[in-house]
């Protein structure tokens, strides 16, 4: 009568919990495909008017040379790296460049800049082989330090970084051997966000090669790669809510801004485009990808867009695993865009099919219904605040407890030892002496039970949020390997079971927990406490400790009440991301 009506409330609270704080969440149609044209990913050009004698890779040898460039985030030049710019306070960083060129040619050659994916590249361990590649076929390459500032891969300055790679367009822009109308850029991954703001800032690029681009948003394109991954890795199908209420926070509440910048455009595909993509790529929507370069190309009246997909490749355009040291790129890739680039800046009118190699595959649906949701983050960003403050709290004090009671044990230890040494001796006058044992101290003093349930209940609620982190953590190294390209694993072990054991363990807890409350009910009432105006004595007896409901000590107290609403709150963190949804 009593722990049934106090279960179904406790229950009731965290399902609310779980479903307020559902996202919508569409990622239909799934196992969409985009057929290509042609299965030869080969790039030809028309040379009838000229252009017979095109360079292709390994035409000449190559040279290298640096230059360092201080560039500070408002896009400025200055003389001195490492020093705060005055026009924003903002810092400058030194950029260092590799500058590929061919050897012995002459006359005014077309460029290339590269631009960094995700992460911390420099120019050194960036794009090595394709950088020198392409300059064997007579092009000016530069690679660049990745302008990061004082930023992290969580808010990077995409329209900082894009006036900082248009400084290193202008340098080549500027060079005695480059044709200043022929320079493009090679963006992969991540830079393909601020591809679309470099163009906007400097309209005179002349062609682009986008590897792998991510096209949409950072909330759609992250919440489509890691929604796919996350079932690729064979992860439980519940793990997909906390991709759903991570994917919709409002990072403005933190100060991130680059959730939802602005990507797409006519602007961002004006000019000619050379799209390539892996079928082992599990990161990028790639037929809602081309969809979208297309129309939004052909908005800006540009019909040069030349797709190429390759199978077995992944996202970097390689075969095999990318955290291993030398993998290849795909079958013909550098090939076929090496001819691309060749041709395009030629200006020669391509014959081969724009969209050709592996049919383009897509295995669920972008997810453009995400969007911020301001009072969702604003309530997870306060539990999960208070749930750490909580438990360090909670640990703290255990702590003091534990130390407080080995210490309190030993002396009573020694004082019981003394006495039994003591007791039967004889006194100087012929008396026995008669030394009582001292009784055992009272530390926490908790009383009907309640010190081993909240024993018990605080182990099983803290081994199940263990279960929760390993097995999200397994998830996040399978999801991990995929985008290095690696295979999934075939047995999925505790990211696949800990969701529902997680869940029937929650229902357990939350069903205990409504016994020690009952019982806590049952002690207060006969107590005299559940009346008005409660027996007098009651309150007195409780807090002296004489008449105790809970424990004797006011540590006991503190200590129940302390590890029982971190407990809860724990229980509270399950249901905000969604393991109470059934």
Not at 120 to 139: I, K, L, Q, R
Not at 183 to 194: D, L, P, Q
């Amino acid at each position: 009568m009593v722990s049934l009506p106090i279960f179904i409330m406790l229950f009731g609270i965290l399902v609310a919990v779980s479903n307020i704080t559902i996202v919508p969440w569409n990622i239909e149609p799934t196992g969409q495909s985009m057929a290509t044209l042609s299965d030869d990913t080969t790039v030809t050009f028309d040379t009838a008017t000229g252009g017979t004698d095109l360079p292709d890779k390994g035409s000449y040898t190559v040279t290298e040379r640096y230059v360092t460039l201080n560039v500070a985030r408002d896009g400025s030049l200055t003389k001195q790296a490492g020093v705060r710019n005055k026009a924003n306070d903002q810092g400058v960083q030194a950029i260092k460049v590799l500058i590929r060129e061919p050897e012995g040619v002459s006359g005014k050659r077309p460029a290339v800049v590269f631009m960094h994916g995700a992460g911390y590249g420099t120019c050194d361990n960036s794009f090595g082989d394709v950088a020198a590649d392409m300059a064997s076929a007579g092009f000016v390459t530069a690679v660049l330090d990745k302008p990061v500032w004082n930023t992290t891969d969580i808010n990077r300055d995409y329209p900082a970084s894009a006036k900082a790679y248009d400084q290193v367009i202008s340098y080549l822009r500027d060079q005695d051997n480059v044709d200043a109308t022929k320079v493009g850029i090679y963006a992969t991954s991540e830079s393909t966000w601020i591809s679309s703001y470099l163009l906007e800032d400097d309209p005179d690029i002349a062609f682009q090669i986008l590897l792998s681009p991510m096209v949409f948003s950072p909330r759609q394109s992250l919440g489509f790669f890691v929604t796919q991954d996350f079932t690729l890795a064979g992860a439980n199908d519940g793990y997909q809510s906390i991709v759903q209420r991570l994917f919709s926070a409002d990072g403005t509440v933190v100060g991130l801004t680059n959730f939802d910048i602005r990507t797409l455009g006519p602007g961002a595909y004006d000019i000619p485009t050379y799209v390539a993509y892996g079928s082992k790529d599990v990161m990028t929507a790639q037929v809602d990808g081309v969809r979208a370069i297309l129309y939004e190309a052909h908005r800006a009246g540009n019909w040069d867009v030349t797709v190429r997909s390759y199978p077995v490749a992944n996202h970097v355009l390689r075969l095999g695993d990318e955290s291993e040291a030398g993998t290849p790129f795909a079958d013909a890739y550098v090939d076929d865009l090496i001819d691309w680039a060749v041709g395009t800046a030629a200006g020669l009118k391509q014959t081969s099919e724009r969209v050709a190699g592996t049919d383009l595959y897509q295995s669920i649906g972008l997810p453009g219904a995400l969007k911020a949701r301001r009072a969702g983050t604003i309530y997870g960003l306060i539990l999960h605040a208070t749930l750490i403050l909580l438990l360090l709290a909670s640990a703290v004090l255990a702590l003091v407890a534990l130390i407080r009671v080995i210490v309190a044990r030993s002396r009573w230890r020694r004082a019981r030892k003394h006495a039994l040494k003591r007791r039967g001796q004889d006194e100087s006058d012929g008396t026995t002496i008669i030394a009582p044992t001292p009784a055992k101290p009272v530390v926490l003093g908790f009383s009907h039970g309640f010190g081993g349930a909240l024993l018990t209940l605080t182990f099983t609620t803290l081994a199940t949020l263990l279960i929760f982190a390993a097995g999200l953590g397994q998830v996040v190294m399978g999801v991990v390997k995929l985008a290095w390209g690696g295979a999934p694993t075939e047995t999925p072990g505790v990211m696949y079971w800990s969701w529902p054991v997680i869940q029937v363990v929650s229902v357990l807890v939350v069903w205990a927990w409504s016994r020690v409350f009952m019982r806590l009910i049952e002690v207060a009432s006969a107590r005299g406490l559940i009346q008005w105006p409660p027996r007098k004595g009651a309150v007195r007896g409780i807090v002296t400790g004489a008449d105790p409901v809970l424990a004797s000590t006011r540590l006991g107290r503190v200590l129940f009440w302390l590890v029982t609403f971190t407990m809860l709150n724990v229980l509270l963190f399950f249901a905000f991301w969604g393991l109470f949804i059934y």
